[in-house]
C-alpha cells in the first residue's frame, strides 16, 4: 500500500455500511453476545478475585473509610479517632454502597464487589451506547475489556471509573431520548447528573463532553429547520446541568476552589495512562495488534466509525489540553480523562462480522488480549501483593486503638507504579486495629470522614506528603515552638512510626527514639520509644520479625 492509496482506505471508515448489509447481518447475536461478555468479564476480574486487596494506591486509604463508616457505631476505638459527617461531597458512591455490603460480608470481599462493579457496569454501558448509535447489537466494543486495567485504575480514584461506567450509559439513554419530548429526556438527563455528581465531579463532566460531543454532530448533520430553533434545541441540552448549581453551592467542596494548576508536562503521559499498566512492552504489544487489525478492516471495508466519534476525539482533545492537573485539590484531574474517551471512541466504531472468518478471528483475538493483559496484571500483582500481605502481617504487632505515623525512608519513592500498593498500606491499621493513622483521607469538603479533637493536629488533612524520616529526628531532637506540622511532637503523641520504601534490612535510623519490631523488604515498624529494659537496665533491641 503506498501513500497515495491512503485516503481510498481512509475514506472508507467514514462510510456507513448499507442498510441492505446492515438488514442481511450474521453478526453475533444478543444471547452469543451476552455469553461473551460474561466470559471476558470473569477473565478480566481474575486478578481482583484472586487478589484480596489489590495494590491500588489509594484503594486501601478508601477502603479503610468504608470500615470506619460500617463499624464506628460499635466500635470505640474507631469513635475516639474518627467521626462520619455527611455531607453534600461529589464522590460518595463508594462510601454509600460498599458499607451496606460490610453488614453481610468482610470489608475486603466488599471492595472486591465494587471494583467488579466498576467493571461490568464501563463495559456495559460501551456495549449500550454502540448499540444506540448504531442501531444493532455488535460484539466490538469487547475489544475494549483490555483497557479495564489502565494506569488510571492503578491510582485506585475508584469512584471516579464506576462514574465512567454510568456516564456511558447516560450518554446512551440521552441519544435513545433524542427524539423525544423534552419533559421525558431533560428528567432522565438531570437524574444522571445527580448521580454522577455523587460518583465524582469529573464523572459528570465526562457525561457533559459526550453530550456536547453528540449535539455538536447533531447540529451540523441536520438538514432543513432554522437556525434558530436548532440552537435552542442545542443549547436545551444544558439545561439538566443547571442541577449542579445548587448541589455545589451547598457543597463544602468550594473550599477548595483556590486548588487550581495547570501543567504541560504529562499531557502525553495522560495519554498513555488509558492503554499502560506495569509494563511499557505489553502496552505497544497490544496497541500495534490492534492497530494493525483496524487498518485491515478498514481495507476490507469492515470497520467503520461513526462521525460522533470525530467530535468525541476533537471535543476531548480540546478540553483535555485546557484542563488543570490540579482542579479543587484533587490532583491528575486532566490525565483521568483519556480513559473515558476511549471508551466512548470504541463505542462509535462499528465492525462488520458477517463472515465467519472474521468473528472467529475477532474472538480469538479479543481473548488473546486480554489474557495477556490479564497475565500482565497477575505477574504483577503475585510480586506487590506479596508485599501488602507483610505489611498486613506487621499490622498485627500494633495495639488496638493506637496512634500511627507515617513516614518515608526515601523523599523520592512513592510515584513507581511499582510503588503504588504501599504508599496508603499504613491505613490497613485502621482496618485491622482500629487505629489513628496519618494519611488517612480526612480532607474536609473533599472526605465525610474526619479526626475528632483532639486528634485534628495529629493528622494530615492536606493530602500531602509524608514526612521523611530525617525531618522527624530533626524535628525530635531540635523541636520548633512555632512549627504547625502535624509530627511536630511525635515521640509524645504517636505509639508507632511506619517507614515505608526503605532498603532491605537497613539500620534503625533513630535507635533512641524508637524501637524496630517489624522488619519488612521495602517497610518498617517502630514502636516509639526505646525497648524495655532488662538486666542491669540497659535498653534492649527488639528482636524484629520478619
Known amino acids: 500500500m503506498s501513500f497515495a492509496d491512503a485516503p481510498r482506505w481512509v475514506g472508507k471508515l467514514f462510510t456507513p455500511l448499507p442498510s441492505r448489509l446492515l438488514r442481511r447481518s450474521v453478526d453475533f447475536s444478543v444471547a452469543q453476545i451476552l455469553v461473551l461478555f460474561g466470559v471476558l468479564a470473569l477473565i478480566a476480574a481474575i486478578p481482583i478475585i484472586t487478589n484480596p486487596l489489590p495494590p491500588l494506591e489509594d484503594y486501601v486509604n478508601h477502603l479503610a473509610r468504608m470500615s470506619v463508616i460500617a463499624n464506628l457505631g460499635h466500635d ?35 471492595g472486591q464487589i465494587f471494583l467488579v462493579a466498576i467493571f461490568v457496569l464501563t463495559m456495559s454501558g460501551t456495549l449500550a451506547l454502540q448499540r444506540i448509535l448504531h442501531g444493532r447489537w455488535s460484539a466490538l466494543p469487547l475489544i475494549a475489556f483490555p483497557l479495564l486495567y489502565n494506569r488510571v485504575f492503578l491510582i485506585g480514584v475508584v469512584n471516579y471509573q464506576f462514574g465512567i461506567g454510568i456516564a456511558l450509559w447516560g450518554m446512551a ?20 447528573i445527580l448521580i454522577l ?79 499502560e499498566v506495569y509494563s511499557d512492552i505489553v502496552a505497544f504489544a497490544l496497541t500495534s495488534v490492534v492497530v494493525a487489525a483496524a487498518i485491515w478492516a478498514v481495507r476490507h471495508s469492515l470497520l467503520r466509525l461513526h462521525p460522533v466519534g470525530l467530535f468525541v476525539l476533537g471535543v476531548g482533545t480540546i478540553i483535555y489540553l485546557a484542563l488543570p492537573r490540579m482542579l479543587f485539590d484533587t490532583y491528575m484531574a486532566d490525565q483521568r480523562l483519556p480513559i473515558a474517551l476511549a471508551f466512548m471512541f470504541v463505542a462509535c466504531l462499528d465492525l462488520d462480522l458477517r463472515h465467519r472468518t472474521v468473528r472467529r478471528g ?41 496512634t500511627v505515623l507515617v513516614a518515608y525512608a526515601d523523599e523520592t519513592s512513592g510515584d513507581e507504579v511499582g510503588d503504588l500498593g504501599l504508599v496508603h498500606a499504613a491505613c490497613l491499621a485502621i482496618i485491622e486495629r482500629a487505629a489513628l493513622v496519618t494519611t488517612a483521607f480526612t480532607v474536609e469538603g473533599k472526605q465525610i470522614m474526619h479526626v475528632r479533637q483532639p486528634y485534628t493536629e495529629q493528622v494530615d488533612t492536606e493530602d500531602g506528603s509524608p514526612p521523611s524520616i530525617e525531618q522527624l529526628i530533626v524535628t525530635a531532637l531540635r523541636p520548633d515552638p512555632d512549627s504547625t506540622a502535624y509530627w511536630k511532637a511525635w515521640p509524645q503523641h504517636f505509639d508507632y512510626v511506619y517507614l515505608l520504601f526503605t532498603e ?6 533513630a535507635p533512641d527514639l524508637m524501637t524496630q519490631i517489624f522488619d519488612g523488604g521495602r517497610f518498617q515498624l517502630y514502636r516509639v520509644g526505646k525497648a524495655r529494659t532488662a538486666g542491669a537496665g540497659r535498653p534492649r533491641q527488639a528482636r524484629p520479625e520478619r
Open 504 to 509: 532491605d534490612g537497613a539500620d534503625n535510623p
Open 173 to 192: 439513554a440521552w441519544i435513545a431520548l433524542r427524539e423525544k419530548p423534552w419533559s421525558l429526556r431533560l428528567p432522565v438527563a438531570a437524574g444522571f
Open 76 to 110: 470505640p476505638d474507631l469513635s475516639r479517632f474518627y467521626e462520619v459527617n455527611w455531607e453534600i461531597v461529589p464522590n460518595l458512591v463508594m462510601d454509600l454502597t460498599v458499607p451496606l455490603l460490610v453488614r453481610f460480608m468482610n470489608v475486603y470481599v466488599a
Open 362 to 402: 475477532f474472538v480469538a483475538m479479543a481473548l488473546i488480549l486480554l489474557l495477556v493483559r490479564v497475565i500482565e496484571v497477575n505477574v504483577a500483582w503475585a510480586s506487590l501483593t506479596a508485599t501488602t500481605l507483610e505489611f498486613r502481617h506487621s499490622v498485627r504487632r500494633i495495639e488496638r486503638g493506637s
Open 197 to 275: 455528581f455523587f460518583c465524582h465531579l469529573f464523572a459528570a463532566g465526562v457525561y457533559g463532553l459526550g453530550l456536547l460531543a453528540y449535539e455538536l454532530w447533531r447540529l451540523t448533520s441536520l438538514k432543513g429547520g432554522s437556525w434558530s430553533g436548532k440552537l435552542i434545541d442545542f443549547a436545551a441540552t444544558g439545561l439538566p446541568f443547571l442541577l449542579l448549581a445548587p448541589l455545589m453551592l451547598h457543597s463544602p467542596l468550594l473550599r477548595h476552589i483556590s486548588g487550581y494548576e495547570w501543567d504541560s508536562d504529562g499531557k502525553i503521559d495522560g495519554v498513555a495512562f488509558a492503554i
